[in-house]
């Protein structure tokens, strides 16, 4: 009986220490290799693809032209082989009616070729005919004239010697001298019309048809112009139409250039009925021999990636698969974001693989492990482990069954899994993997008013857990959640703030199951059964939000364990 009540009372007094532990999930630290990884998804494409194109150009309200006939996606062609038709009808009826006017333009322009060698023969007529020809009758009126005058002075003067004897009257003879004036007047008016068909006349009818030629030949280059500008026309829409009549320009397999949709975007599928503008791809013939991965890294993180870092990539398609990469190019500018989707941004990278596998193939979809940093035989500890307090960082070492000691430790890199710790552990020992429950078991050091003050500023104030004593800060950022955005933290508190009925900052299983949150159990890392913290900050910086997506983790590959969860 004396043995019994002794043991009873040593187990009821130890009973009350052991749960607290008991309960807890510790961690053993060891020593391994420490690499932080930034993991993104992405899409396998060639590095060197053969684009083809529509190259139909669009003519008034003709913008887009549908897809007759496509063909089959995978299969391999040849130079010259056709791969895509287009509908052209509209275009062969735009042919037929420019034929019509090419017609019009046709007559007009033989119109004026006619209408020119006329005004030249004109030309001609008058110089070498008409004009000589009026010159002769006015050179014989001339000397019609100079007769008519000459006898007419004659016939006065025998006047004038019979009116002398008394033969003729004075009215006779005053007839004879009108006589003579008259065709002194013919004469001189013959004389005059000849000069000014020579001087004048003559000049100005040459102008008049030289104006005329000048007329026919403008009119001449402008029905060329207007022929040529409807031949061109006629040639754009027979040239259309058999572009309309896509061929491979080199030999390879056959991918569909089909694009993904968005609010602001519109989807596009390759396929019969599909409408296609003018300088869009429609195939790709890829070089397989070169292939590349184009992912989109969250600008919370692309200032650790630069161009040469190595890279793992693996497959969904293919289970086991790892293949090795070099990080390329990482754009200097973001990728362009819809206004009603998350605004987070991303910056386009390409990441080239070494030694393709023949059995990849383009839009495969692909796990990039950039890495950005890593050391070799260090410890580790998980990042849920460390516990901030102040300005300094603590882990809860379980020293015994019943006893347990916060330690200070000194910490190096982490990345969303692991960080490196760099002096206060020792290999072998037990962290606990939730030291938020244990800080009202364990005393820990007072701290400073302005590291209090310091923490309210960073963080605000925030309610800690029940039982929390003066001198204790509000919960800051873990390691893991160091690097991770405002809009990140932000979201996690709002998931905190309505699952966490108990305020230790940890999701179990039986909260998350009360309050309709069981989407969440997948941001559990360790498999633990209870979601931390710094595992809800690590899923919903690999989502593009906490809430549109609900904790999508980045499907990365698995990181070595460090130790084993006891």
Known sequence: MVVAGAAGIYFYTSGKKGPIVEDEMFHQVEVGNFMHDVVEKGEVESARNVDVMSVVRGYRDLNNFEILWVIEEGKMVEPGDVLVRLDSSALEEEAKLQRLDLSGSVAGLSKAQNELEAAQIAMTEYVDGLFVQETKELEAEITFAKETLRRAEEYFAYSSRLAAKGFVTSLQLEGDRFAVDKAQIELDNAKLKLKVLIEQTKQKKIKELESSIGVAKADLESAKERNSIEQKRLDFFLEQIKNCTITAPAAGQVVYANERGNREASEFIVEPGTSVRERQTIIRLPDYSAMQVHVKINESRVAMVDPGMKATITLDAFDGLKLSGTVTKVNEYPEPI???????????????????????????????????????????????????????????????AEEIEPRKVDLGPSNNRFVVVNDGLDAGEYVSMSPRRLMDSVKMPELAPEQINSNENENGPREGPPGRGPGKPPQPKSPGEADQTGEDTQLV??????????????????????????????????????????????????????????????????????????
């Open 493 to 566: 508190d709002r998931v905190l703030q309505n699952f966490d009925t108990n305020n230790d900052g940890v999701l179990s299983s039986d909260e998350l199951a009360a309050k309709g949150g069981e989407k969440y159990t997948s941001a559990d890392q360790d498999g633990d059964g209870q979601v931390q913290r710094s595992e809800l900050v690590a899923a919903a910086s690999a989502a593009e939000a906490l809430e549109d997506d609900p904790v999508r983790i980045a499907e990365d590959q698995q990181p070595q364990a460090v130790g084993g969860a006891q």
């Open 338 to 400: 819809s206004r009603f989707g998350a605004q987070i941004k991303r910056y386009a990278a390409v990441v080239t693989i070494d030694g393709t596998p023949r059995q990849i193939k383009p839009g495969l979809t692909a796990n990039c492990a950039i890495h950005v940093d890593s050391k070799d035989n260090v410890l580790m500890v998980p990042v849920q482990s460390v516990l901030p307090y102040g300005d300094d960082y603590y882990c809860m070492i379980r020293k015994s």
